[in-house]
């Protein structure tokens, strides 16, 4: 859908001959496999259009399904060749084919039916709110995101404190529904764009300017990939990641630090936040404010920092591979002897989260970290 396939055979053409990117793959890190490099997909996928293997061949899906599809290697390509859409590209291909990965289908069975990938029950945002959503002239609808609610719910309950306390009206979708990314990273166009319709669709229904996002992976979806699948936004709408918001605050002198922090921080970009988006001063400037000269930075940062480890939804499709990559990324905090690892995604959160030692080091969502100094 977004490469034709002159762009494909040119891209192709590139990756399949070229190493300059190898040392930006994790995956290769970890499996130490030439077929889990992007010029080993590269030549994999030329081997596809050449009739050279077939999308019937055993571990074609796992080759296109290995990846983090985090940027990187565009990142340091001369010749900026999209590797990461040669990939989403070959997943689509091999999921109209039938032949993706049981777990990448029963994950877009989960968004469908339950809202989320993890295809857990949910409970509902308003109880961990406490019935803080304004329902007349609410100034911004926040939209949390799956991980949040599965997983990391103290985020939310730190954003809300924030909101409260500032006495800022919101709403925000109640149930509230994933944003559909995966059926872009997975492959499945079709099901981007149907799910796209529908949420676009409620969020309009709120009737409300301003759409303040937690997730870094759904703020890429929202701003970059809705209008792309024929789903937009409202028109008038303010996409807005809650680190350009918050910073907007303290910017205006709304948001005032009645605390600071005085050890050692170090901040990880997400990926579809620094890289994708460029959102990569505001939540500096955030720890700057609180943590000023104990705020440190790791060597891999901003447009070049690496993936938290669940990067092209790999922590459902191989899991093992992802946990050894997220502590390949705590491990760079710790060797700047930080003690306290901030990121502005709940997804990056989770995966750091569970690759770290007890007592070693703590894992923080930037809303988290001003929750407790305002």
């Not at 777990?103 to 295809?119: D, S």
């Not at 005032?256 to 050692?264: A, L, S």
Request: charged content about 30%.
């Amino acid at each position: 859908m977004f490469f034709t396939r002159e762009e494909r055979l040119e891209t192709l053409r590139a990756c399949r001959d070229c190493p300059m990117c190898h040392h930006t793959d994790a995956i290769a890190w970890v499996t130490g496999k030439e077929t889990n490099t992007p010029r080993g997909r590269g030549m994999a996928l030329w081997g596809l259009e050449k009739g050279i293997l077939s999308w019937d061949d055993d571990g074609v899906s796992d080759i296109l399904y290995k990846s983090l599809l985090d940027g990187l290697a565009q990142e340091w390509c001369d010749g900026n060749y999209d590797h990461d859409e040669l990939v989403i590209d070959g997943r689509n291909r091999t999921l109209e084919r039938g032949k993706a990965p049981l777990e990448v289908v029963q994950v877009l069975k989960n968004i469908r039916e339950k809202g989320n990938p993890y295809g857990l029950k949910e409970g509902g945002i308003e109880t961990l709110v406490k019935g803080c959503r304004v329902e007349k002239d609410p100034e911004v609808i926040l939209f949390f995101g799956s991980s949040a609610r599965i997983h990391r719910p103290e985020i939310i309950v730190a954003v809300i404190k924030i909101m409260s306390f500032l006495k800022i009206p919101f709403t925000f979708l109640d149930p509230e529904v994933d944003s559909g990314f995966l059926f872009y990273q997975f492959g499945d166009f079709k099901g981007a764009a149907d799910y796209g319709k529908w949420v676009a669709g409620m969020i309009r229904r709120l009737e409300t300017s301003k759409l303040i996002v937690l997730s870094a992976s759904d703020y890429r979806m929202f701003t970059t990939r809705y209008s792309r699948f024929g789903s937009p936004l409202p028109k008038g709408m303010n996409v807005i990641h809650i680190t350009e918001f918050l910073n907007q605050l303290l910017k205006d002198k709304r948001l005032i630090f009645q605390k600071t922090i005085k050890e050692k921080v170090t901040y990880h970009d997400p990926c579809h936040l620094g890289r994708f988006t460029d959102v990569v001063e505001p939540p500096r400037e955030l720890i700057n404010a609180i943590a000023g000269p104990y705020f440190i930075e790791m060597e891999w940062n901003r447009k070049r920092a690496h993936c938290c480890g669940g990067g092209g939804g790999i922590s459902f499709t191989f899991p093992e591979i992802s946990e050894k990559i997220s502590r390949i990324r705590v491990e760079e905090a710790l060797r700047e002897e930080a003690k306290i690892l901030v990121t502005s995604c709940p997804d990056c959160k989770q995966m750091l989260n569970r690759a770290i030692q007890p007592g070693e080091i703590e894992i923080k969502d930037i809303s988290e970290i001003i929750a407790d100094v305002i």
